[in-house]
Structures are given as C-alpha cells and as structure tokens.
C-alpha cells in the first residue's frame, strides 16, 4: 500500500502510495512517515516530501479527509509535492491542497525539479 524511503542527502522523504487505503492504512503510514521523520533527525519544517502517487486510486473521502489533517506532515514541510497522472486522482488531490508550498506534477522529475528549486 505504500513506501517510504529516506534521502538523507537531500532531507527528502520519498514516499509512494498504491491501491485502495482505509483508515488503519492512512494511520499506519502516519506513523511510518514520522519514524522516517525522526531518522532524518531534522524538524519537519525543514524537510522535503515526495509523494508518488501515480498508482493510487481515487480514494474514499473519509480517506482524504483524514489524509487533510493538519498533523499531516506533508503540511508542515518546507515543501512537498504529489506526483498522479492527470485525471479524477489529480482532481482529488488539487481540491485538497491549497497551500502553495505542496506542488501537484505528472512527473517524478518535475517534482524533484520543484522541491530542490532552492
């Protein structure tokens, strides 16, 4: 369901989401992405998130909703960025996140491009 690598070099997670999640999947990532948080030894405010999510299918709301939570901390990075095809995935992700420091990019390339623009 999902992986989560970490870039020490770059204070990047790397993150890929696949499948259909339920809720015990979006808590069971959470926590897997705030143990790569503390690997990384640096606050989540100066670090990088990737999120693959070209294999992810539209999810249930309840899912994004938990997914929205501003403990998320996709919200609280210094940037982020989502990669998904275009299409009704890409819809779903761009009506949730507003804020201008989380880019949305068909490609893993554009959205390295994006978060290292520094």
């Known amino acids: ?3 989560i690598d970490v870039d020490h070099f770059n204070a990047m997670l790397c993150n890929e989401g696949w ?3 339920t809720i015990e999947t979006v808590e069971d990532f959470l926590a897997a992405e705030k143990a790569a948080i503390l690997d990384l030894g640096i606050p989540v405010s100066e670090i ?3 999120f693959d999510a070209s294999r992810f299918m ?3 709301q309840s899912v994004i909703e938990r997914l929205r ?3 998320n901390p996709l919200y609280n990075a210094r940037r982020g960025a989502f990669v998904t095809p275009a ?3 890409m819809l ?3 009506r949730g996140n507003p804020q201008p420091n989380i880019g949305i ?3 893993i390339s554009e959205a390295r491009h994006f978060l290292l623009a520094d």
Request: charged letters at 20%; proline letters at 4%; aromatic letters at 16%.
């Open 58 to 60: 539209v999810q249930d």
């Open 48 to 50: 990088l998130i990737l």
């Open 87 to 89: 299409g009704l995935g």
């Open 92 to 94: 779903q992700i761009r």
């Open 1 to 3: 369901m999902f992986r």
């Open 19 to 21: 499948g259909f999640w």
């Open 105 to 107: 990019f068909t490609t």
């Open 69 to 71: 939570r501003p403990e």
